[in-house]
C-alpha cells in the first residue's frame, strides 16, 4: 500500500511512494506525530538522480524488516533537496560541522522539535568498511533516546547554538577592487591543473562560473594568463569523457582529475551554466570548438530535457538497464571495441581510434568512455559525422537513464539565460524561443498575482514550496538576459518585480548581508545564509549580479546599492577561497567596468539596427547590459531620449555617467564594447 509521498509532485518522493517504510513529507504534523509519539524524527535528504540515494533505499528502504523497525521506533521524513534547498542547507551544515564532510543520502536524526543529534550520509545495510551498519545505527540511536535522553538533548542544544553563532555579516565589508580580484586570479592559478585543465584535484567539477570569472577579467585587464586558464579548461573539458561526445552535454564531474570517467547524471543546472560559458569563451577567443560545445548543449537541452510545458526537466539519472535487467551506472553511454563492430563494421576500427575506445577499457568491464583524444592528421569529417549519427541512432535503442521531470526555478532561469543567449550569438531564433517558452512557463505557473515565486511544478502542477534567494536571482537573470536579446520591456519589468522582493524580503537592511530563504518563510532551527557558490551561483552572488545588471539597465539607485553591499562577502572570500565564490568575482569584475550599457535604436527589421545589436551583443566588456529598440520607444529605460544620428541606426555606449559619442558605424561600436575577436 503506498505511503504518504504518493500525493506529492517531487519525482523523487515518488520514488519512495512504494516503500514498506512509512515515510511523511517534510511537514508540521510530522513533527506533532513525533511528539505525540514520544519518538525522535528520521531525516533522510536526497535527490532523483543521485546514486547512492537508489542503494540505500534499495538495500535498507525497501527491505520489509529495516522498515518494520523504523516504523516502530521513529517518524520517518524524506525530503527531496531540489524542491527544499533550504531544509538541505541547514542540516548539511550541521553534517559537516560535525564530520567533517557531508554528501547525499543525507540521514539526519532529530528531535521532535527538528533538533539534530545524530549525522550521516550513506549507510550500508551491515557493517562495511569500517562503517556501520544502517540497523546498527538505528538501533544505537533508539537506545540513546530512550536511555540517555538528557545526553540527546544536550547534545542537540549545544549544535543548535553553534549553527546559531556562524551568521555572516560580510554585507558591511566595502566592494571588492584590483587588489582582492588580482589575490583572486593568483589563487586560482595556485590550485590550476596546468597538465589537464580545471581546478583541483579528483573529484573534478566542471568549473563554468571561474571561467566566467576568468574571461571577465582578461577582457577588462587583458590577462593572458586567465584567457589561457579558461581556454585550456573548456578545451579539456570538452575533449573528456564528461562532455557526451554524441548527444551533447555535460555529466555531473568526473571521477578523476583527467576528465576521463564522470558521474554520469545530467543536470539542467551544469549544462545551462556551460552552455552559456562556451558560447562566452567563442564570444572571447572565436574558438570553434567551443561554439560546437555551446550549440550542442544547448540542442541537447532543447531536445532531452524540455518538458510538454515548455519548461526544462531537473536531470537525467546516471544509471539505467544495461539491456539484461540490470540498472548499472553509465550503461547508457559507455561502448566495447564489439559493441562498436556490431554498430559500424569496418569503421568500428577508425571510431574506436578517433574516440578513444580501448580493448581494456576506460570504465569497468573492459567498457570506455568516449572522448576525444588529440590526434595527429587529419579525419575525413563526413565519414566522423556519418559515425556518431550511427552510434547516436544506436544508442536510442538502449533502455534510456531515468528523467526528473520537476521544473526548478532557479534552473530554468539559468537555462533562459544559456539558451537566449546562445541563440543570439549564434543566430538560432528556436534557441531564443525555447527560453521564451520557458520564461512563459515560470510567468504563468510559478508567479503569483504579488510576483512571489514558487520553487517547483510538475506536470503543469505547481509545487508547495516557496522560492529561496537563488530562485529569485536566477529567474531575474534569465528574464535580464532575454530583455536585452528580444528588446521586450515586460521582461525587464519581470526581473524587477523579482528583485523587490529581493531587497525587502531576504536582504539584511542593517548589513546588506542576504539570506537564502525570505522574512516570511518557514522557520528552520536556523536561517540559512550560505555566500559560496558550488555546483550552482549562490543566491547570494547570483542576486548581487542580477541586481547590477537590473541597476545598469533602468538607473535604480536602490538597486546598484544593494548589489554593491552585497559584493562585500566577494572581498572577503575572493582572494581567500577563488574556486569557491567564481560568479561572485564575475560580478565584481562587471562592477569594476561599470558595467557598461549600450543603447542600439532603429527599426527593429532594419539590417543596419541588427548589425548594430549583435555587435552589442557580442562585446566581452564585462556584464555590458544592452538594450534595443526603436527610437521613440519607452520599452526599456536605456532608449529613453536616445534618437537616431542622421536618420541612421545608432548605438550608445555609457558607463559611470559618462557617455561616449553616439555611433552607427560597427566597428567602433565593437572597439567601444570589448569586441572583435568574431563578427
Known amino acids: 500500500m503506498p505511503n504518504r509521498l504518493a500525493h506529492e509532485t517531487s519525482p523523487y518522493l515518488l520514488q519512495h511512494a512504494d516503500n514498506p517504510v512509512d515515510w511523511w513529507p517534510w511537514s508540521a504534523e510530522a513533527f506533532d506525530e513525533a511528539r505525540k509519539r514520544n519518538v525522535p524524527v528520521l531525516l533522510s535528504v536526497g535527490y532523483s538522480s543521485c546514486h547512492w540515494c537508489h542503494v540505500m533505499a534499495h538495500e535498507s528502504f525497501e527491505d520489509e524488516t529495516t522498515a518494520a523497525y523504523l516504523n516502530e521506533h521513529f517518524v520517518s521524513v524524506k525530503v527531496d533537496r531540489e ?24 540521514t539526519v536524526f532529530l528531535t521532535p522539535d527538528a533538533e539534530p543529534f545524530y549525522f550521516g550520509t550513506y549507510f550500508p545495510p551491515s557493517p562495511r568498511h569500517g562503517m556501520p551498519g544502517f540497523r546498527q545505527v538505528l538501533e544505537g540511536v533508539h537506545s540513546a533516546w530512550t536511555e540517555r535522553r538528557d545526553e540527546v538533548a544536550e547534545v542537540a542544544e549545544k549544535i543548535v547554538r553553534d549553527l546559531a553563532g556562524r551568521e555572516l555579516s560580510y554585507g558591511n565589508a566595502s566592494v571588492p577592487g584590483e587588489e582582492e580580484l588580482a589575490g583572486a586570479l593568483l589563487g586560482l592559478t595556485r590550485e590550476y591543473d596546468a597538465q589537464h585543465g580545471g581546478f583541483g584535484g579528483a573529484p573534478k567539477f566542471p568549473s563554468s562560473m571561474v571561467i566566467e570569472f576568468l574571461l571577465r577579467h582578461h577582457a577588462r585587464t587583458g590577462s593572458e594568463g586567465a584567457l589561457q586558464m579558461a581556454a585550456d579548461t573548456g578545451e579539456r573539458m570538452a575533449r573528456g569523457g564528461i562532455y557526451d561526445q554524441l548527444g551533447g552535454g555535460f555529466a555531473r564531474y568526473s571521477v578523476d582529475r583527467e576528465w576521463v570517467v564522470p558521474h554520469f547524471e545530467k543536470m539542467l543546472y551544469d549544462n545551462a551554466l556551460l552552455c552559456r560559458v562556451y558560447a562566452h569563451l567563442w564570444r572571447s577567443t572565436g574558438s570553434e570548438l567551443a561554439r560546437r560545445v555551446a550549440l ?24 539505467s538497464d544495461d539491456g539484461n535487467g540490470k540498472h548499472v551506472e553509465g550503461a547508457y553511454y559507455v561502448w566495447t571495441p564489439e559493441q562498436l563492430r556490431e554498430v559500424l563494421g569496418e569503421d568500428a576500427e577508425l571510431a574506436a581510434h578517433y574516440f578513444g575506445v580501448t580493448q581494456e577499457g576506460t570504465f569497468e568491464e573492459g567498457a570506455s568512455v568516449l572522448q576525444l583524444p588529440q590526434h595527429e592528421g587529419v579525419f575525413d569529417a563526413e565519414k566522423i559525422a556519418s559515425i556518431q549519427q550511427r ?27 544559456a539558451l537566449a543567449e546562445t541563440g543570439a550569438y549564434f543566430e538560432r531564433p528556436d534557441l531564443v524561443e525555447a527560453a521564451i517558452g520557458a520564461a512563459d512557463l515560470l510567468v504563468r505557473l510559478h508567479m503569483d498575482d504579488r510576483a512571489r515565486l514558487s520553487r517547483t511544478s510538475k506536470d503543469g502542477q505547481v509545487g508547495a514550496n516557496a522560492g529561496v534567494l537563488e530562485d529569485y536571482a536566477d529567474v531575474a537573470e534569465g528574464f535580464l538576459a532575454l530583455a536585452g536579446v528580444t528588446g521586450e520591456g515586460v521582461w525587464l519589468e519581470f526581473a524587477g518585480f523579482l528583485l523587490d522582493h529581493v531587497i525587502v524580503q531576504f536582504t539584511d537592511s542593517e548589513s546588506g548581508a542576504l539570506y537564502d530563504t525570505a522574512a516570511d518563510a518557514e522557520r528552520l532551527i536556523r536561517r540559512p ?33 544593494a548589489a554593491e553591499r552585497a559584493l562585500g562577502v566577494v572581498k572577503a572570500l575572493g582572494p581567500r577561497a577563488p574556486r569557491f565564490i567564481g560568479w561572485g568575482l564575475a560580478v565584481a569584475e562587471a562592477l569594476l567596468d561599470g558595467p557598461r550599457e549600450i543603447a542600439v535604436v532603429g527599426p527593429m527589421d532594419d539590417p543596419a539596427t541588427r548589425e548594430l545589436h549583435r555587435a552589442a551583443l557580442l562585446g566581452t566588456a564585462p556584464g555590458a547590459v544592452v538594450a534595443v529598440g526603436a527610437a521613440d520607444s519607452d520599452e526599456l529605460p536605456l532608449l529613453v531620449d536616445r534618437p537616431l544620428v542622421g536618420g541612421e541606426p545608432s548605438a550608445y555606449v555609457c558607463r559611470n555617467f559618462t557617455c561616449d559619442t553616439p555611433t552607427s558605424d560597427v566597428q567602433r561600436l565593437r572597439e567601444a564594447v570589448g569586441g572583435g575577436n568574431v563578427a
Open 529 to 561: 545564509q550560505d555566500p559560496t557558490d558550488n555546483a550552482t551561483p549562490s543566491g547570494w552572488s547570483a542576486a548581487a549580479g542580477a541586481l547590477l545588471s537590473y541597476a545598469a539597465q533602468t538607473g535604480a539607485e536602490p538597486h546598484r546599492t
Open 296 to 319: 550542442e548543449t544547448a540542442d541537447f537541452m532543447v531536445r532531452e530535457l524540455r518538458t510538454n510545458e515548455g519548461g526544462f526537466a531537473s536531470a537525467l539519472d546516471a544509471d
Open 83 to 106: 524542491e527544499r534547498p533550504d531544509v538541505d542547507a541547514v542540516y548539511m551544515e550541521a553534517v559537516q560541522a560535525a564530520t567533517g564532510q557531508g554528501g547525499w543520502p543525507m
Open 391 to 417: 552510434l547516436l541512432a544506436a544508442r536510442a535503442e538502449r533502455p534510456a537513464p531515468g528523467r526528473d521531470d520537476k521544473i526548478v526555478a532557479a534552473w530554468n532561469g539559468l537555462a533562459v539565460a
